[in-house]
Nanobody, 125 residues
Framework: QLQLVESGGGLVQPGGSLRLSCAAS????????IGWFRQAPGKEREGVSC????????NYADSVKGRFTISRDYAKNTVYLQMNSLKPEDTAVYYC??????????????????WGQGTQVIVSS
């Protein structure tokens, strides 16, 4: 059974950076597409970024384009979300999710089968 654990969240000032990690256990992530989602207080969960199993395809929400970068390390069985130029509106609980998908990316929350517990990101001065 695939299990996902996010880490790397915390409190950061506006303009700062964080790198979130999504570490997998119980199975290799090699054949899984991975997505990052976030949920701010009082708001619905939204997609942030996703990456294909090969790493060759990625997608970003317009609100994070040019600031966030998704990547994966197959040797470490981990997917990362590098977040730069953070803004207060990036404050949210960030979740990673996985779906077995040989090709392509999965954008919709409903496409994912496995979810982590989330990591809190707070952007505030």
């Amino acid at each position: 059974q695939l299990q996902l654990v996010e880490s790397g969240g915390g409190l950061v000032q506006p303009g700062g950076s964080l790198r979130l990690s999504c570490a997998a256990s119980g199975s290799t992530l090699d054949f899984y597409a991975i997505g990052w989602f976030r949920q701010a207080p009082g708001k619905e969960r939204e997609g942030v970024s996703c990456i294909s199993s090969s790493g060759g395809s990625t997608n970003y929400a317009d609100s994070v384009k040019g600031r966030f970068t998704i990547s994966r390390d197959y040797a470490k069985n981990t997917v990362y979300l590098q977040m730069n130029s953070l803004k207060p509106e990036d404050t949210a609980v960030y979740y990673c999710a996985a779906v077995l998908l040989q090709e392509g990316i999965a954008i919709m929350e409903s496409e994912y089968d496995y979810w982590g517990q989330g990591t809190q990101v707070i952007v505030s001065s």
